[in-house]
């Protein structure tokens, strides 16, 4: 069992930039494949990016956004830069084995998820 607390959200401006934070309980934070997942009101839970091996990114995210993990803390981090009204949304943090199989940027390959933080651009 994994619990996860998500940090960093908050109301910027366009352009700004933010740090989200994902804290993990556990031993075997190693083993787990994150990533983070968005959801704004009205759309479905879309993917952003992962860390497990590979990293992948949303191509809305691609070249702005950067995923990193310091597994001596048990936490995943999420670096936006140059943000957009679009990526207003609440951002969740999900966690996986490395070695399930499954696309890490299907949300219903991952057994655990935070409780989500806000995250509001304002252009």
């Known amino acids: 069992q994994v619990q996860l607390v998500e940090s960093g959200g908050g109301f910027v401006q366009a352009g700004d930039s933010l740090r989200l934070s994902c804290a993990a309980s556990g031993r075997t934070f190693g083993s787990y494949a994150m990533g983070w997942f968005r959801q704004a009101p009205g759309n479905e839970r879309e993917f952003v990016a992962a860390s497990g091996g590979r990293t992948y990114y949303a191509d809305s995210v691609k070249g702005r956004f950067t995923i990193s993990r310091d597994n001596a803390k048990n936490t995943v981090y999420l670096q936006m830069n140059s943000l957009k009204s679009e990526d207003t949304a609440v951002y969740y943090c999900?966690?996986?084995?490395?070695?399930?199989?499954?696309?890490?940027?299907?949300?219903?390959?991952?057994?655990?998820w935070g409780q989500g933080t806000q995250v509001t651009v304002s252009s």
């Open positions: 999900a966690a996986r084995y490395i070695i399930s199989p499954g696309d890490m940027r299907v949300r219903a390959n991952y057994n655990y």
